[in-house]
């Protein structure tokens, strides 16, 4: 692409925090929250938001993610891009995202392993696909385009999935080491849809992490899930981020950190959202075994991967 | 239109998504044999219910008017009849009050659209481009004989709206929560809604106020807007109108015949 793209605004405030934030904790930042988290003043961590909720022109969004922004590190999650589909990447949507990192020059940007849109519907969901040489070139090329775009390195997603296509010819976890060998993209691992997937597709999560290529990572997110039943009765885990993130996913993101090093950790937590110290709680769980981590490396007990 | 893509499973795998008389696409599979019907529901649901809520996010107040079992079921009909072309949803649902004025069960409610109307204004209000709004002082400044030719610009968020019935006084009482008051809905009302720095306000007009406010965001001059009004409404007040349009944020700057 020749054309350049000027942000609708340029940034309003001196930013700060625009590099790598090493092995700290953050949030997804809820509006609800904000009176709360301004009133505490700068504090140890980040924050993240969903890309298209900050797309409109301006109004109180805005001034919301900008005294957010002045204070901490940011994480610009798209949610909407669709790269894992076989539609041409929507170009409007493509400069509005681009703008937004711009504006905001966030400390990490990503998006997801998915789609959610075709023809002209807009699905509002993460949907799946086959993995295929085929749609393997498809994303390269769309996420080649976002980063053209964007003049950094994405962060790609692991999807939480509830089917399997029949003609997917590889494992995701192969799918995705060529997508970053290819693309240079990084990778955001969320080990709660490592888990969900591992669930409704009865393989072993630590063989996924096994095969993973954990130094892409520069990102993870926690959430928690919800359980129903599939077809046979058994049990189909929905990664439904409306709850604490549940136990067996902290042990298998102590085993991605004690394998991988520190890195910056994200608690997403999206409906039922509950009060600001419940959700800060969770994140100091996370900073808890970030910080025994770097104190091991420190130590020379452990070389970060 | 776009070329067919040469990777056919998203075309197999979504319409399914919003029509529940089609079956499961044969393209998907559970593990090892399993079935993929409730599995592929997840993905049904998911959709359906998040674009549900996203109508009612634009629309609390028709939500409050008819329960959430009425508007849950009325928008389920409209995200399946006319789901989202933006991935943007706070753009969503702009068919949405058009879709009430025709819904069966609704039309015991005649002013249900027009509440929506409203709503749908003030989220447009909410997200519109950031503005300083005009200065009272400047309009003092101009000389009267320049003032028939003024013209005005509005402010991004500014927006005008007409109802035959109370819509604006039922739009107010069912979105901040309190008791409900008795409403004579049979009152024609016209809304302004604007938001002067980051606080989206909805106003009531006068008689003529609507014609007025519509004349000058749509570009008339002043004049022209004033001789409209007056036809609407006789004694209409021009100098207590142009002053409380002015004092709600609804424009930016003077166009014409403006002294600076």
């Known amino acids: 692409m020749s054309t350049v793209i000027q942000p609708t605004r340029p940034a309003a405030m001196p930013l700060r925090f625009a590099m790598p934030i090493g092995g700290v904790a953050g949030t997804s930042f809820k509006p609800e929250h904000l009176a709360d988290i301004l009133e505490a003043g700068p504090r140890r961590g980040f924050f993240e938001v969903h890309a298209e909720n900050y797309m409109g022109d301006g109004g109180p969004p805005h001034r919301a993610l900008e005294a957010i922004r002045r204070d901490h590190p940011l994480s610009l999650h798209g949610v909407c891009m669709s790269i894992g589909g076989p539609r041409p990447l929507d170009k409007a949507h493509l400069a509005r995202f681009r703008s937004l990192v711009a504006r905001y020059q966030p400390a990490l940007v990503s998006e997801h392993l998915a789609w959610s849109t075709h023809e002209t519907s807009f699905f509002n969901d993460l949907l799946p696909l086959p993995y295929t040489e085929a749609t393997l070139a498809c994303v390269c090329d769309h996420i080649d385009q976002v980063q053209e775009a964007i003049r950094r390195p994405l962060l790609l997603e692991n999807p939480s999935t509830y089917v399997a296509f029949r003609d997917s010819a590889m494992r995701e976890t192969e799918f995705i080491r060529a997508v970053t060998e290819r693309t240079g993209c990084g990778l955001l691992l969320d080990v709660n849809n490592v888990f969900v997937s591992a669930t409704n597709h009865g393989y072993s999560a630590l063989d996924y992490l096994a095969d993973f290529p954990l130094s892409r990572v520069q990102e993870i997110h926690l959430a928690g899930h919800a359980e129903q039943a599939d077809d046979e009765g058994d049990l189909l885990l929905i990664d439904s981020h409306d709850g604490p993130v549940a136990d067996a996913v902290w042990k298998l993101y102590e085993i991605v950190i004690q394998r991988r090093g520190a890195v910056p950790t994200l608690i997403e937590w999206d409906s039922k959202i509950p009060d600001w110290p419940v959700l800060q709680a969770e994140a100091a769980a996370a900073q808890a075994i970030l910080d025994r981590d770097q104190a091991a490396v420190f130590a020379g007990e452990r070389h970060a991967a | ?260």
């Not at chain 2, 019907?37 to 409050?64: C, F, H, M, W």
């Open chain 2, 1 to 260: 239109m776009l070329p067919e893509p040469s990777l056919p499973f998203a075309a197999a795998f979504a319409p399914a998504l919003l029509d529940p008389a089609r079956s499961t696409p044969s393209v998907v599979t559970g593990p090892n044999g399993k079935a993929a019907g409730r599995r592929y529901d997840v993905y049904r649901n998911n959709v359906t219910v998040s674009l549900i809520d996203a109508l009612a996010a634009v629309y609390p107040a028709v939500q409050r008017i008819t329960g959430p079992e009425f508007f849950r079921a009325m928008a389920r009909f409209h995200v399946r009849s006319h789901p989202p072309t933006s991935p943007l949803l706070f753009e969503y649902g702009r068919d949405f009050p058009a879709f009430i004025e025709a819904y069966e069960h609704a039309q015991d409610m005649p002013w249900l659209a027009d509440v929506a109307r409203i709503e749908r204004a003030w989220l447009d209000a909410y997200h519109a481009a950031d503005a300083a709004p005009l200065s009272p002082a400047r309009l003092s400044a101009v000389t009267p004989d320049h003032l028939a030719d003024l013209v005005f610009v509005p402010h991004p968020a500014a927006r005008c709206l007409r109802s035959q019935y109370a819509a604006v006084t039922i739009f107010a009482a069912n979105r901040d929560g309190a008791p409900l008051p008795r409403i004579d809905a049979s009152t024609p009302e016209d809304a302004l809604i604007t938001r002067p720095a980051f606080d989206v306000t909805v106003h009531r007009l006068p008689p003529g106020g609507a014609v007025f406010a519509d004349g000058l965001i749509s570009g008339l001059s002043l004049g022209e807007a004033a001789a409209s009004a007056l036809d609407a409404a006789a004694g209409f007040d021009i100098a207590a109108n142009i002053a409380g349009l002015i004092e709600a944020g609804t424009f930016i700057s003077l166009a014409c015949g403006d002294p600076s």
